[in-house]
């Protein structure tokens, strides 16, 4: 398994470990603020494991730069990815004491992370925290939920609407570079590769997008990609 390094140039991060640096003022808890001030920053370079299934879930992260999958191999060896984590998102809360999923870094990404017992403890002084922890969790099952129905429509829609969310949680204009490979696309959205590739050339056809590059994509007609993801 490649070796997890603590980021030495970062505020947070640590040479004990994943140890909290530090415990958050009275009045100004907030989640995304607790995690960055009691957290440690890590490296993880392209397609390093963060954490297995089956692991115990000690630990909560949060995306600093890059980009993290999550996926389970499946019994007759297929991979399916169960999200895609960006720049300030947060990963790894189950409700069981142990990962469902395993996680990698997709590139070169610095996480943060912070022990699950410290961020407990905190919700449990803090009402704010805890609502605002709920509220996470809340949208993580509804994120897990919205993924499942995907999976039951046609090829299209499920294409239309992975590039309408990469869109937005992108960059929030037409033009996005995407992270992930083709491969990562379709193990996602329970397609081939072949699939994703004809119909991501369909919809440039057709003028919905542009893909200047493999990674580069352009909506050039958000409401048809739109009408497809109706």
Not at 35 to 49: K, Q, T, W
Not at 123 to 138: E, G, I, K, N
Not at 159 to 179: D, H, I, K, N, Y
Request: charged residues 20%.
């Amino acid at each position: 398994m490649p070796t997890r390094t603590p980021v030495q140039s970062s505020p947070n991060a640590s040479s004990r470990g994943l140890q909290p640096l530090r415990r958050p003022p009275s009045g100004t808890h907030d989640l995304i603020g607790s995690i960055e001030l009691m957290g440690a920053a890590m490296s993880f370079s392209r397609n390093c494991e963060i954490y297995g299934e089956g692991e115990p879930a000690e630990y909560l992260y949060k995306v600093v730069s890059g980009a993290v999958r999550t996926y389970k191999i499946l019994s007759d060896g297929r991979r399916q990815i169960g999200a895609f984590y960006l720049p300030g998102d947060i990963f790894g809360l189950e409700v069981s004491g142990e990962h469902q999923l395993s996680a990698e870094a997709i590139g070169d990404s610095t996480i943060v992370v912070i022990s699950r017992s410290a961020l407990i403890a905190l919700a449990a002084r803090d009402p704010d925290v805890a609502h605002q922890l709920w509220t996470f969790t809340a949208r993580e099952l509804d994120r897990v939920q919205r993924h499942m129905l995907l999976l039951f429509r046609s090829a299209q829609e499920r294409v239309a609407c992975f590039l309408l969310e990469m869109a937005e949680r992108l960059s929030g204009t037409e033009a996005m570079e995407l992270p992930m490979s083709r491969q990562d696309i379709a193990d996602y959205l329970g397609l081939t590769i072949e699939t994703v590739s004809r119909t991501l050339t369909r919809l440039q056809t057709r003028a919905t997008i542009a893909l200047p590059t493999s990674r580069r994509i352009v909506v050039r007609n958000r409401a048809a990609l739109s009408r497809l993801n109706a």
